[in-house]
Every structure is written in structure tokens, then in C-alpha cells.
């Protein structure tokens, strides 16, 4: 039998030399620090082309204006408490499609009390916290229930004379305080601002011992005055009835009665957690 030759057209074994030459630099492209090949691994292919996938869409206003998301983002460039330089990086994708792995898995490293977050009494006591009163403790009737956002008048930290001057009735369980914080929008600025409005000791210790309070939300990392830091602190969280959820993001929503959805996570042992809260009209 006579042998046969294939023979391939000359610009055929160029478009397969070149593809292969563009997959080889495609694959050399992906190989980065943030996205190391793993060995003895090829990285898959996707479904959809750039083209096809749509644009992802983020809001703050669901349906129709009665839902409001009042959760601060989490990215590198919001401020954290005490620091100049912001939150920073906290998100890493050791496990990546890019670089071979099945699928993408992120890993995060940030303080608990980061962006909107909740306190614990253990954030400030120690025999408290010696005493497991973590965010694991804390109660959900609390946090979700009826809620009212108020304004607080913007020339001064919140005193006892603001706090009466705002009238808040007796049986309202849950009060978001707007501040100045909101109009200087602190919580979009990188570096900690110490100037950021909170509550004064006597304050906070006339909403404890005047109002039936038990969930306190503001709109900074902190409820308390920076002058006034540990004072403040030790007022709300003594008798371990009141919540404070920090760093809320109230810009554009209208003063008034909504139903607030807030939960954290169930962290074992830790006096702080990040919080996504909704309101809801």
C-alpha cells in the first residue's frame, strides 16, 4: 500500500502556530502575584465572553424607595478607627479559575469593628468579656424591630440637653441617630477624623436612664464622643441591655419610623462584628 503524506496549507500551520503562541502568552498573562499557577494544574475555560456578561448593577434603594440599605460598603480606602491610612487591604484571592483552582475562594483579614459593626459588652469590660458576653450573646429582638431616624442638630456632640431637646416618647425601643458625620461624609473619607459627632457621657447616660432605648445607631465608627471614648462606652454597655450599631450610611434616606433589619455575624468570642442593616418603610 502506497504511504501517504498529509500535507497542510502553509497559512493553516501559521494560524495554528499563532494561536498556540497567543494561548502560551494569555496563560504567561494570568500568572501573576494575584494569581499564581498552581502546579501540575491548567486553568479552565469560562461559558460567557467578556462581551455577554452584563454590567453589575449596585444599589442602595430597593424596591421603589422602600428598602434602604444603611450598611456601609467594605473596601480598602474607608476609614478605621484611629488610623490615618484607612482600612487597607483585606481581601485576598489565594484560590482562583485565573490560576487553576476550581473555583474562586477569597480570604479576609479585618478588624471586627470595621466599617457599619456592632458592639458587644466585652468591647470595653473584661470581665465581661472573660465572661463569653460576645457578639454571640447579643439579642436579635434588639436588633430588628421598629426603629425611628432622627436628626440631630448639627452644632454640637449629643449632650443630655440634646437628648431631651429631641423628645424621643417613651416605648420607642430603637433610634438612629443622623449627625453631622453624615453631611461631612466621614464615613467616604480614608483617614479617621477624631472631630466626628457622639454621644457625651451624660448623654448617653440619660438615654439609659430616660428612655426605653435599647438599640442605639449612628453614623461613625464610634457611639461615643471621642472625648468622651471610654465614658460614653461604659454608660451604654454597663447593664448590657443596649446595642450599639456603628458606622451607618443614613445619607439620603428621610427621617422617620421604618422597620430595621440588622445582622451580624455569629463570631465565638468577639467583642465586634460587622453588620448589614436594611430599613424598611
Known amino acids: 500500500m502506497a504511504k501517504t503524506t498529509l500535507k497542510l496549507p502553509f497559512s493553516l500551520l501559521f494560524f495554528t502556530s499563532l494561536t498556540l503562541t497567543l494561548a502560551t502568552l ?6 501573576t502575584a494575584a494569581y499564581p499557577t498552581i502546579p501540575g494544574t491548567m486553568p479552565t475555560g469560562c461559558s460567557l465572553s467578556e462581551e455577554e456578561v452584563p454590567t453589575p448593577v449596585r444599589r442602595e434603594v430597593y424596591e421603589n424607595g422602600q428598602i434602604y440599605d444603611i450598611t456601609h460598603r467594605i ?3 474607608m476609614p ?3 488610623s490615618k491610612e484607612g482600612l487597607g487591604q483585606y481581601l485576598w484571592l489565594p484560590k482562583s479559575i485565573k490560576n487553576g483552582s476550581l473555583a474562586n475562594n477569597s480570604e479576609m483579614k479585618l478588624p471586627s469593628h470595621t466599617g457599619t459593626h456592632v458592639d458587644a459588652p466585652g468591647h470595653v469590660f473584661d470581665h465581661y468579656f472573660d465572661a463569653g458576653y460576645d457578639v454571640d ?9 421598629p426603629a425611628l431616624l432622627v436628626d440631630v442638630p448639627r452644632d454640637k456632640n449629643i449632650t443630655a440637653e440634646v437628648m431631651e431637646s429631641l423628645n ?13 458625620n453624615t453631611d461631612r461624609k466621614l464615613m467616604f473619607k480614608r483617614e479617621f477624623d477624631s472631630s466626628y459627632v457622639g454621644f457625651m457621657k451624660d448623654g448617653a447616660r440619660w438615654l ?14 464610634s457611639a461615643a464622643a471621642h472625648d468622651d471614648l471610654l465614658p460614653s462606652h461604659y454608660e451604654f454597655l454597663e447593664g ?25 455575624l455569629r463570631l465565638l468570642g468577639a467583642e465586634g462584628s460587622p453588620i448589614r442593616c436594611i430599613l424598611i418603610k
Do not use: M, W
Not at 424621643?168 to 453631622?180: A, C, Q, Y
Not at 426605653?212 to 453614623?219: R, T
Open 80 to 82: 478605621s478607627f484611629g
Open 26 to 31: 494569555a496563560l504567561t498573562a494570568a500568572e
Open 208 to 221: 439609659v436612664q430616660n428612655t426605653d432605648i435599647k438599640l442605639v445607631g449612628i453614623d461613625y465608627l
Open 240 to 264: 448590657r441591655e443596649v446595642i450599639l450599631v456603628e458606622g451607618l450610611k443614613l445619607d439620603g434616606v428621610p427621617a422617620g419610623l421604618y422597620n430595621i433589619h440588622c445582622l451580624h
Open 137 to 145: 450573646t447579643l439579642d436579635l429582638g434588639v436588633l430588628n424591630g
Open 75 to 77: 473596601t480598602s480606602d
Open 168 to 180: 424621643i416618647p417613651r416605648g420607642v425601643r430603637r433610634v438612629i441617630f443622623r449627625t453631622l
